[in-house]
């Protein structure tokens, strides 16, 4: 009789959610549909704007003067409400592991406006990032008014997440996977029916307004034949090496814009790539914004090797330009964007050299976005569905899943961390260094062979309060850690305390350190 009652009691606890995610879906593709249509018609706009200018050259001053405007009008929001910067993939990231707390109306409407005037100008920001900040925005608002415990919550806000994924893409399994496998980190049955049901419903309502043309429509792609998978091998390589060459400059880009230009305060640092923007829409106005519309043309028109070259160096260069200053939006569909244009170079070299059938360059522009995303953002599941939900082709999914692996691979073996893992890591560094006192004191500490935490991860490491992590020293090298870096023996261990607990955290260092063996004897 109890089990009956508690499988009914469980049940109802699956469908309630189900429903609340519901709920979440309409509210979202209502929400993230208007912003993706404002960011298209938007960029429209812009594009015109800059062809009138070739005519009249006074149309120059004009746009140059309304970016300025919009620039200080988004760095007025970004002062207000600092978290509406960047993609917010890693604020959400943060929320649901319990490091932050935001004001979910004062996130969603200054997101909205500002990513719609940001990403709509021509930057080349993507549109997921913010839907995905907006989807829990929403999901957070829905757990206010029906949800008590901090777990629903939490369900609720990555529910809100994966359906602003989805609604951008038009991709809900993908949506729903990249919750699990790179935000939430959690595979609860709670949270992967609230994902899928809002990911669903949020899909449905965004392709009423869109729709049912995939994303990344690129016409038919042939299977490639088992000969010619040594190519994958190859380009995954490069796709590694690359993505890791990405990850490495993101990263730095905020530091960089800290450095040279530390007398602009840092919510207006948005002016730098939008005045830079003029001479990129004047020259490159087909080039501008996210990327969907370059990687739906380029099989096409099969531009030159060294067209797509210099087209790899532009967006490279001015995505990091843009994401660097901290101004709203993301990088998923830049990456994307970078991933076709090198499947399209490697393939195109491949062709000239008579070792690849032009028939299939479409097909490594299709493998290279996943395994470029795949190496990037170290989510190789995510990278294949989406992808495989954007082209809207489900037989490629094992060329898919072989380029996405050795990518993950060749960025593991250099270092890389998940990139959303390292954006949310720096967010937490500067949060902390705002908690310990301007009277610091650096404590160092050597791993020894037989310490309980040789071998294990940062993240793993229960850290004393107040304390950084700030390096780890391994021979005349020190090296910034991330959450994935692992503890080895020799290691020296540089710790940032206050200097007023630094022999409470001595203590508590050395009792974290203690040999194994010691920790068996009690």
Same mark, same amino acid.
């Given at each position: 009789m109890d089990k009956t009652k508690r499988k009914v009691n469980v049940n109802s606890a699956h469908l309630t959610y189900i429903l609340k995610g519901v709920l979440i879906g309409i509210l979202t593709g209502a929400v993230v549909g208007a912003f993706r249509w404002l960011i298209e018609k938007s960029l429209l706009v812009w594009q015109h704007a800059y062809h009138l200018a070739? =005519?009249?050259?006074?149309?120059?001053?004009?746009? !140059?003067?309304?970016?300025?405007?919009?620039?200080?009008?988004?760095?007025?929001?970004?002062?207000?409400?600092?978290?509406?910067?960047?993609? /917010?993939?890693?604020?959400i990231e943060g929320?649901?592991?319990?490091?932050? =707390?935001?004001? *979910? *109306?004062?996130?969603? *409407?200054?997101? !909205?406006?500002?990513?719609?005037l940001m990403i709509g100008s021509g930057l080349f920001l993507g549109r997921e990032g913010p839907s995905i900040q907006l989807g829990g925005a929403i999901g957070q608002g829905v757990a206010g008014l029906t949800e008590d415990s901090r777990r629903g919550q939490r369900v609720l806000i990555a529910s809100g997440a994966a359906a602003g994924l989805s609604a951008a893409f038009n991709a809900p399994i993908a949506g729903t996977l990249f919750i699990l496998e790179e935000v939430y980190h959690n595979f609860s049955p709670l949270v992967w029916m609230g994902a899928l049901s809002a990911s669903i419903t949020a899909d449905v309502v965004s392709?009423?307004?869109?729709?049912?043309? =995939?994303?990344?429509?690129? /016409?038919? $792609?042939?299977?490639?034949?088992?000969?010619?998978? *040594?190519?994958l091998l190859v380009l995954g390589a490069l796709l590694g090496l690359l993505g890791y060459c990405y990850q490495w400059v993101l990263l730095h880009s905020s530091v960089w814009y800290q450095r040279? @230009?530390? %007398?602009?305060?840092?919510?207006?640092?948005?002016?730098?790539?939008? &005045?830079?923007?003029?001479?990129?829409?004047? @020259?490159?106005?087909?080039?501008?914004?996210?990327?969907?519309?370059?990687?739906?043309?380029?099989?096409?028109?099969?531009?030159?090797?060294?067209?797509? $070259?210099?087209?790899?160096?532009?967006? !490279?260069?001015?995505?990091?330009?843009?994401?660097?200053?901290?101004?709203?939006?993301?990088?998923?569909?830049?990456?994307? =964007?970078?991933? &076709?244009?090198? /499947?399209m170079i490697y393939g195109t070299i491949a062709s000239k050299l008579g070792v690849l059938p032009s028939q299939y360059l479409v097909d490594f522009l299709v493998f290279a976005m996943a395994g470029y995303f795949a190496g990037i953002g170290k989510a190789p599941f995510t990278a294949i569905l989406l992808v495989t939900e954007m082209v809207g082709s489900l037989q490629h999914l094992v060329p898919l899943a072989l380029t996405s692996l050795v990518a993950y691979i060749v960025?593991?073996?250099?270092?890389? &961390?998940?990139i959303y893992e390292s954006l949310l890591? %720096?967010?937490?560094?500067?949060?902390?260094?705002?908690?310990?006192?301007?009277?610091?004191?650096?404590?160092?500490?050597?791993?020894?062979?037989?310490?309980?935490?040789v071998g294990q991860q940062v993240r793993d490491i229960h850290w004393p309060k107040h304390t950084l992590l700030v390096g780890i020293r391994r021979g005349e090298k020190t090296a910034i850690p991330s959450g994935d870096t692992l503890v080895r023996a020799g290691d020296t261990l540089l710790i940032l305390t206050d200097r007023n607990l630094s022999l409470s955290v001595r203590e508590q260092l050395r009792e974290l350190n203690e040999p194994l063996e010691n920790e068996n004897d009690n």
């Open positions: 070739h =005519t009249q050259p006074l149309y120059l001053a004009l746009i !140059f003067v309304i970016l300025m405007l919009l620039g200080l009008l988004v760095g007025k929001l970004v002062t207000q409400q600092p978290h509406i910067a960047g993609s /917010g993939i890693p604020e929320q649901l592991a319990g490091k932050f =707390t935001f004001q *979910w *109306w004062a996130i969603l *409407w200054r997101k !909205f406006v500002a990513g719609v392709m009423k307004v869109f729709g049912l043309i =995939t994303v990344l429509h690129v /016409g038919s $792609v042939p299977g490639l034949p088992l000969k010619y998978y *040594w190519h040279f @230009f530390d %007398r602009i305060p840092r919510a207006f640092h948005g002016l730098i790539p939008l &005045a830079l923007l003029l001479p990129v829409g004047y @020259f490159f106005s087909d080039f501008l914004g996210g990327g969907n519309g370059i990687i739906i043309r380029m099989p096409q028109l099969l531009p030159s090797v060294g067209m797509l $070259v210099l087209l790899f160096i532009l967006r !490279f260069v001015f995505s990091m330009v843009s994401y660097g200053s901290g101004l709203p939006g993301g990088i998923f569909l830049p990456i994307l =964007t970078l991933g &076709a244009v090198i /499947g960025v593991d073996l250099l270092g890389g &961390a998940p890591d %720096r967010m937490t560094v500067n949060k902390k260094l705002k908690v310990i006192s301007g009277k610091n004191e650096q404590l160092e500490f050597p791993v020894f062979d037989d310490s309980r935490y």
